[in-house]
């Protein structure tokens, strides 16, 4: 008889144990459902903004075309714009904020939509210089004014 009610609790003890981690799994389950719809969402946000990048490349591009006429004058003005790139491309411009950067990418879009050619983009800098410079200063004064210098 006492061997029965240990096997009796014994095995509610592993019923309950077992119904627990059914419980944790489900609960499991569900967190990758919520994650897995976020990372579909997620996908079809880019999805609808790389079609929209697409359509304005398209649409500079036919713009470019009827501005000018030429296969020479489309050269001549990307090289102008391909002048101004190199400039946005040093450091201390492109790699200072996102605006600076977003203004290399559409000096970029406009190059390229100018040549007919796919863009190739400048990599986003993974530090803006605008978050480390003067971080660390602490200017001094002396005598009343304002020293730099340090």
Not at 104 to 126: D, H, N, R, V
Not at 130 to 147: H, M, Q, R, T, Y
């Amino acid at each position: 008889m006492m061997q029965d009610n240990n096997m009796k609790e014994e095995r509610d003890y592993y019923k309950n144990l077992a119904d627990q981690f059914a419980a944790e799994i489900e609960g499991g389950m569900a967190k990758n459902e919520k994650l897995i719809e976020k990372v579909l969402e997620r996908d079809r946000k880019i999805k609808k903004l790389e079609e929209k990048y697409n359509h304005t490349v398209e649409r500079c591009g036919r713009f470019a075309s009827r501005l000018y006429k030429t296969r020479g004058q489309r050269r001549e003005a990307a090289q102008k714009i391909k002048g101004l790139i190199d400039i946005q491309k040093q450091n201390g411009n492109y790699n200072y904020n996102e605006f600076m950067f977003g203004m290399l990418i559409g000096m970029e879009t406009a190059y390229y939509s100018l040549l007919g050619e796919e863009a190739k983009f400048t990599e986003q800098p993974k530090k803006w210089l605008k978050d480390g410079i003067l971080n660390d200063f602490v200017p001094e004064v002396v005598e009343g004014s304002l020293d730099t210098s340090s």
